[in-house]
């Protein structure tokens, strides 16, 4: 059975969201980095749970958490030069992540998609295992979108020669990649040099679960919507 080997990748210095990684969300005093490592700690499929990151912080909490509750989790200090926002995605993509690991497969997720339970985990992880055997070099998580589109002053998914405002649902799909899973062996992403293969699955996963922080409104947004699907009795893990 492969190695299925989870990513976290936590950069120190966010500058529109101050400690994004750490400062405390949802009744978790840990922050989003907490939050992740205990949804991950529920994945069984995952051999490792690697935290690559130059935040000194995150080191930390991430060493404590292997201590105290998952020895799974390996704290990973990330150069610097890999670290900065200067740094482009696709170097860090191809330079880096690549070479972390000489075989296995990787799960790439991170802390800024809070409501992504274990149960959705394992709900991609199925749907890797099931593309992979149908010829597919790597999964990524997509959003699936039937909205009114305009590109260029027209219609961009719909045709409103035939029908000015069709019903949603009947709208041809589009599919926007929301960032939260990505799996892919790391032999794949050696040869490709990016974090989607040649021939790519899209799993679509819910928009209310693959919402994710960029800014401080939506951290503030997303706190408050983790905080009352607990009060609903729903489990953030």
């Known amino acids: 059975m492969v190695d299925l080997i989870g990513f976290i990748p936590c950069r120190a210095g966010s500058e529109r ?113 099931a593309a992979a055997a149908q010829g597919h070099d790597s999964l990524i998580t997509a959003t699936k979108l039937q909205k009114f589109l305009w590109k260029d002053g027209k219609p961009f998914n719909y045709d409103n020669s035939v029908e000015k405002w069709p019903r949603s649902q009947d709208i041809e799909p589009v599919y926007e990649i929301n960032h939260g899973v990505y799996m892919m062996p790391f032999s794949v992403m050696r040869d490709t040099g990016d974090r989607i293969g040649r021939k790519p699955y899209f799993h679509a996963m819910p928009e209310h679960d693959a919402m994710d922080i960029d800014w401080q409104d939506q951290f503030d947004l997303l706190d408050e919507i983790a905080r009352a699907r607990v009060q609903r009795g729903q489990s953030l893990l």
């Open 17 to 129: 969201v101050k400690n994004k990684n750490t400062r405390p969300f949802a009744g978790f005093d840990g922050g989003l980095l907490e939050l992740k490592l205990r949804q991950l700690q529920r994945v069984p499929e995952l051999s490792r749970i690697v935290v690559s990151t130059n935040d000194a912080a995150v080191l930390d909490y991430a060493e404590r958490f292997r201590q105290d509750h998952d020895p799974r989790v390996q704290p990973l200090p990330r150069p610097d030069k890999y670290g900065v926002s200067s740094t482009s995605m696709g170097e860090f993509i191809r330079d880096y992540i690549a070479y972390l690991e000489q075989d296995g497969v990787m799960v790439w997720t991170h802390v800024t998609h809070p409501l992504i339970t274990s149960a959705s985990y394992r709900e991609v992880i199925a749907a890797y295992h």
